[in-house]
Structures are given as structure tokens and as C-alpha cells.
């Protein structure tokens, strides 16, 4: 059964910057994809950036300030930010998609809006709070 477990996570104050990890266990293959998700207080669930070997997508909005990569020996995807605010305060999820059937969806990244279970990313971890104070 497929794993995916984050952590990095924690309490910064603006301006600085937080490095997320995700480890996933368990696959017998290479997940086609693999992605960082965060969800804030009332609000819907959002796209950060995913990696697969089609290349890597941003969100528009936080792509000057978030970097996604892998080390695909050990199956660990890291997500870099900087330049935090009060704004990016959220749960930060770790997401992978195994399925054959969607590895073409890869390529364009999530579907929206993100709801765990439809469309692509298939194992999601529990979550991990980045807190950002002023």
C-alpha cells in the first residue's frame, strides 16, 4: 500500500523561508506524478506545483517563489519557499498518482478544483501546518 508522509512544516515569520519534504513508500513503481497541494481555512483545497517526467508546473500566482524537485532514488519530493506571508499559512499536502490510466494527466499538472479522490493524485499524505506570522 502506497504512503505518502510530510514534514518540514512549522511556524515562520514573513519573509522567510520553509523547506517541505514528502516521503512516499511502498510503490512498487515509480509514482507518474507527484505534487504539493495546501489547503487554508475556508477555503477550497489548491494546486502548488506537481513534478512528473513531463516537467513541472506552478501555480501561477506562487511560481516566482516556490520551487518543486525529487530525488527519485529514494522517492522524496521537496517543495522550497520563499518569501513566505501571512497568506501562505495552510495545511501543505503531499500528493502522488500511481495509476497508469492518468499518467498522461501529469502533464497538465491538477485538475480543478482539487478534490482528493477525483481526477488525478490518487494517494494524498495527512498534511503538515506552515504557519506564517507578521
Known amino acids: 500500500q502506497v504512503q505518502v508522509r510530510e514534514s518540514g512544516g512549522g511556524s515562520v515569520q514573513t519573509g522567510e523561508s520553509l523547506r517541505l519534504s514528502c516521503v512516499v513508500s511502498?510503490?512498487?513503481?515509480?509514482?507518474?506524478?507527484m505534487g504539493w497541494f495546501r489547503q487554508a481555512p475556508g477555503k477550497r483545497r489548491e494546486g502548488v506545483a506537481s513534478?512528473?517526467?513531463?516537467?513541472?508546473v506552478y501555480d501561477d500566482t506562487l511560481k516566482t517563489r516556490v520551487t518543486i524537485s525529487q530525488e527519485n532514488a529514494e522517492n522524496i519530493l521537496y517543495l522550497q519557499m520563499n518569501g513566505l506571508n501571512p497568506e501562505d499559512t495552510a495545511m501543505y499536502y503531499c500528493?502522488?498518482?500511481?495509476?497508469?490510466?492518468?499518467?498522461?494527466?501529469?502533464?497538465?499538472?491538477?485538475?480543478?478544483?482539487?478534490?482528493?479522490?477525483?481526477?488525478?493524485?490518487?494517494?494524498w499524505g495527512q498534511g503538515i501546518q506552515v504557519t506564517v506570522s507578521s
Open positions: 500528493a502522488v498518482e500511481t495509476r497508469f490510466l492518468y499518467r498522461s494527466t501529469c502533464a497538465q499538472g491538477w485538475s480543478t478544483p482539487v478534490v482528493p479522490g477525483q481526477g488525478p493524485f490518487n494517494t
Open positions: 511502498g510503490s512498487r513503481n515509480k509514482p507518474y506524478c
Open positions: 513534478i512528473s517526467t513531463f516537467g513541472t
